[in-house]
């Protein structure tokens, strides 16, 4: 379905595929979307027929000269290109004055790396994300599908509607290594406090396994303690009783149980009983008892498993596209509903002439982990005001997670709930107290611009403060829920997180080795990529408001997003049956394509780089910089015969030599090789120093603290973060106080009364 949030926007795509990604949201959104592609070299999409479909939906795509692109360049009010690639249209800003430009480029348009050639591959090595990704006693891998373009196509088209919400002309430089960083939930920025480079964990999430084998498949399920996780782990206890099998290691009270604390022979213990309960079941039958019990487990899904969904049936997540002769085309990642009557007096947002791209913009927010405050963060560095509503005796699980040994501030000692909130305020409410729930309305339709949440579907219409409730008394709020499977449907109700969010979107099944069982991208990549769609979705709807006065509900769901960045892996299967595998780092279209050793770096082991030679030229110049005499290997065709000995040729080289003795001998004659950066590598990388990624910033509880940005850099950057993650509770002076006119005396009585739990 096609909405007209963007109805009065034109958009010029002069890229590939990260670019065409931007445009395609844009166009889903209701933007006049052209994607102009040389007429003398072709569309440089040609060569990936699903890739070309899937990003050209909605989309109007031309063949032109150069110079009928720069004489059409300013009819558009934003332009997306890729500046470094080749293959298309490479046009100056200056043709279009007036229109915003999103340029998108590996590592930034400027920088000790700026000129450095990567794609998807090299990219990721850079990030630390790669290096995470994958088996202890292998080398770090990638996913079968273009990750680091999932992740920038959405931000790219966040960044456009950021440009065009700040009232005056933007450049925007977009780096795809700084909007891939967060998918590592901010643990290079951590990596000062923690000392962590990152793990290869395999089939893990932390200590416990999170990827199971079964008869036909693989399921996801963490074995966790605390609240969250009780009633998940109170069940598999039943259920492996029920099969008959020893339950005894499962028997314990699971609300006070913390996987955290709890040694490595009782957590082998648990997993050897539940695997092989896992083990004699399917994927369906195991899942199927999942969304009647809301167990936390999801399979593995294959293309055959999405296609099959009674979930997606009822969301329409499939649809016609007419123009490819396909029925069944990945269609949408948001459902949108406005409102039929603007106010007669709509509060536009006050925007500084100097100020970040989202200033004076007022978001209330509700929810926990990490999808819903990544989203929101987005805006909190253009300048946006975010406040969170909390309640210390529900707390986000991002903070319970952390309470344990070794953290002597319990709830306030969260690494991970810091990194993403960073620069929002908090105000703790007890929203099973009438007054608490009064506050928050008043929020909503006093002080709000927009609410955002990513409660279960049930949660905010228990409160009393669901769209329908809150827009009655104020139409022109505008509300984005985003929760793992949406508001509607027989699954909506199904309790997941990020784990779940992967396996079921097929981000699990694309990513690993082929012999062996999925893993998923590090960081449970739903979690990172979900965030980027719905700030994109939030932003439209804010620019639509701006434009007509009306308001509207957003309704995404995570697992939809995923499944939207993968459209081309769902086309494979649609169109011709193919079912796109896990090929760890190999590509059927480029070899050498891999991560190969390199020599340890002091006391610094388990060091690697990404080397790919997309066609014979880079082959030829790679041989003659490798020593390769043997020309039977030129052809592209032969190469990827004998990927074997290929890779076999390229590690001999590189696995007596450092890093970036590597890169910059390749780099230098135009030969993608990047280094696999660890967490620490990551911290300390020159190109993020250079963009002024990092931002150093004070936490009461945990002490200094690097905190990232995000991979856009507009042409008037006045943005960052001015706080770290909020104390519970720290701002509720400010927020009943300033905000509500409330003095001391109702405050304390509303503390006293236990609304502001």
Known sequence: MRHNLLEATRVLVLGGDVAARAGRVLADLGADVVRMVPSDSGDPLAGRPAARMAWSHRTRVIAVTLAEAAGAADEFDVVIDTPHDPATIVLDPGVAPEAHWVRITPFGLDGPRSSWRATDLGVMASTGNMYATGDPDRAPIRAAEPTSHAHVGGEAAFAALSAIASGRRQIVDLSMQECVMIASMGSPGRFERTGARGRRLGANIGRTREIWPTVDGFVSFGIRGGKARQASMELITRLVREAGLDASPLERDWASWSQNSAPDEELAAM????????????????????????????????????????????????????????????????????????????????????????????????????????????????????????????????????????????????????????????????????????????????????????????????????????????????????????????????????????????????????????????????DSLAPRYVAAALAAALVHRDRTGLGCYLDVAQVETGLYALSPWLLDYIVDGTVGMRSANRSALAAPHGVFPCADEGDVADRWIAIACHDDADWQVLAGVIGVQDRSLDPQAERLRRVDEVEAVVAAFTTTRRRAEVAEMLQAVGIEAVPVADFGDARHDEQLAHRHHFVDLEHPMLGPGAYERNGLRASDDHCGYDRPGPLLGQDTDWALGELLGFDAATIERLRADGALD
């Open 271 to 526: 997993e050897r009983v539940i695997g092989e309960y896992f083990s004699t079941r399917s994927m369906t039958d195991l899942y199927e008892i999942a969304v009647e019990t809301n167990l936390m487990l999801a399979p593995a899904n294959s293309p055959r498993e999405v296609l099959a969904s009674p979930q997606l049936a009822a969301r329409d997540f499939f649809a016609p596209a007419p123009e490819f002769d396909v029925a069944t085309f990945p269609d949408n990642f948001v459902h949108v509903h406005v409102g039929s009557d603007a106010p007669a007096n709509p509060r536009l947002r006050t925007r500084g002439s100097n100020d970040g791209l989202w200033s004076g913009l007022k978001i209330l927010e509700f929810g926990s982990g990490a999808a819903g405050p990544i989203a929101t963060r987005y805006f909190v560095e253009q300048g946006a005001t975010v406040l969170r509503i909390e309640s210390r005796s529900r707390p986000d699980f991002l903070r319970a997670m952390a309470v344990g040994p070794g953290n002597p501030h319990g709830l306030e000692g969260s690494e991970l709930y810091d990194s993403l909130n960073c620069g929002k305020r908090n105000l703790t409410l007890n929203l099973k107290h009438p007054d608490a729930v009064a506050i928050a309305r008043r929020l909503a339709v006093e002080w709000a611009d927009c609410v955002a949440e990513n409660y279960a579907p049930k949660a905010m219409r228990g409160f009393g403060l669901d769209d329908a409730t809150l827009r009655a008394e104020r139409p022109d709020l505008v509300m984005i829920s985003a929760c793992l499977n949406g508001q509607t449907g027989p699954h909506k109700d199904y309790p997941g997180f990020g784990g779940q969010g992967s396996a079921l979107s097929g981000w699990n099944w694309i990513t690993g080795w082929p012999d062996r069982e999925p893993v998923g991208p590090h960081g449970t990549i739903t």
